[in-house]
């Protein structure tokens, strides 16, 4: 529940319930997040998925131009 609240408001974050494929972020500037308990060991694994070719330096450098010039978060990326 504390990721769920941390990224309710970031439009590119999605915290899945199931286990991450690339293929679900491929040509997306989404990143994926997935959280579960490893019964065996009792340790919390927290894994997450991006397209490095879309979320990497060029989706991101997008991302902030439009946080600093006060255009919504998503312009130009979805």
Do not use: H
Request: net charge negative; with cysteine.
């Amino acid at each position: 529940q504390f990721y769920k609240d941390f990224y309710k408001d970031a439009p590119f974050v999605r915290i899945r319930e199931d286990y991450l494929e690339t293929r679900f972020v491929k040509d997306t500037n989404y990143c994926d997040i997935s959280i579960w308990t490893d019964k065996r060991t009792n340790r919390l694994i927290v894994t997450s998925a991006l397209d490095n070719l879309v979320k990497g330096a060029s989706g991101q450098a997008v991302q902030n131009m439009n946080i600093v010039f006060g255009f919504d978060e998503r312009e130009g990326l979805c």
